[in-house]
């Protein structure tokens, strides 16, 4: 008995020296961090400034993977089945909680095939509309909406995407009845906006951005809790009589589940110093985005929150994709 149990003592001490080495080791090669965007869009835009500064940290290259598809589905299930050893990590956004609730068959579990790391950014989205629409304000466009019932269209990023839900919870919540038109990412969305095709949506701000000062699109308001230092003349939504309201298109980084928890600590330390890095903190405000940083448990207990959130509001809209 005496023995057995010194013989359990001897493996589990072996156990803790192997993984605590190998934390130690980590990382001894490139590290991928798949975005599943495509590039150039507004997440694989933060995601880069990211991989950059951890790259300078860690002394080894963090290397983007696009695997765009399926609103981030496609690389997020990559990653799911990627080998849990801290070099294939997963730069997702808020649309993994979306999933859950949105597809059917879901091929992958966000809280068991994934290990929550930390929240990393928050891009607030804006509400936009054409400048030929008749409204410098949201209590403006509200009664100009409620004045032309049916005669209008908001466009999003996809069916699902956190644009499209932000935008139906802004016109459900108003009472306001109009089309929804979804497109194949915001580009194309915010070139129907500019076009006139469309009259309004809820965008992220680093896609519109550059619309906006151009004067193409009129700017109504921010969706995020507090004004932007970026338009700091420009509402909140909750400010312009929708109190409590706030969307965010956040992100955050996930490694496989079984990923050793040395591992996932030594990439939280690395990604929190990051944020607080002046450098990176300027490149982010200069895209609209706010840094943000959480601990792996905090972030775990926010995706847990988030999931249950937008289960609610994805069955309000009546959206399922299969």
């Known amino acids: ?51 950059q500064k951890l790259t300078e940290q860690l002394g080894q290259s963090v290397v983007v993977d696009n695997k765009g598809g399926a609103n981030g589905n496609i690389g997020a299930q990559a990653v799911a089945r990627a080998p849990a050893d801290g070099y294939t990590i997963l730069y997702n956004t808020s649309s993994i909680t979306l999933s859950p609730a949105l597809y059917k068959n879901l091929s992958y579990s966000v ?28 209590k403006e466009f509200i009664a100009y909406a409620k004045a032309n019932p049916g005669k209008l269209t908001y466009g999003s990023a996809g069916n699902g995407n956190v644009t499209h839900l932000g935008a139906f919870q802004f016109t459900q919540a108003n009472g306001i009845d109009a089309v929804h038109a979804p497109f194949k990412g915001s580009a194309p969305a915010d070139v129907a906006l500019v076009a006139g095709e469309i009259q309004y949506m809820t965008d992220t701000i680093n896609s519109v951005m550059q619309f906006i000062k151009d ?20 509402p909140t939504l909750a400010e312009s009589g929708m109190a409590g309201f706030e969307v965010g298109a956040w992100q955050g980084v996930m490694v496989p589940a079984a990923t050793p928890k040395a591992v996932v600590d030594r990439l939280n330390a690395e990604i929190l110093k990051a944020l607080q890095n002046p450098d990176l903190k300027a490149k982010l405000a200069g895209q609209g985005a706010e840094p943000l940083g959480s601990t792996p448990a905090e972030y775990g207990a926010y995706v847990k929150k988030e999931i249950a959130r937008w289960a609610t509001v994805v069955k309000a809209s009546g959206v399922t994709i299969e």
């Open 1 to 51: 008995m005496l023995l057995s149990r010194r013989i359990l003592l001897g493996a589990a001490s072996a156990l803790f020296a192997t993984t605590g080495a190998f934390a130690q080791a980590w990382p001894a090669k490139p590290i991928t961090m798949v975005v599943p965007f495509p590039p150039g869009g507004p997440t694989d835009l933060v995601a880069r400034v990211l991989a």
């Open 215 to 234: 004067k193409r699109i009129k700017l109504l308001a921010v969706t995020s809790a507090k004004r932007m230092s970026l338009f700091p003349d420009v």
């Open 111 to 138: 809280e068991k095939d994934f290990a929550p790391v930390a929240l990393t950014a928050v891009v607030p989205l804006a509400l936009v509309v054409h400048p030929g629409v008749p409204a410098n304000n949201v």
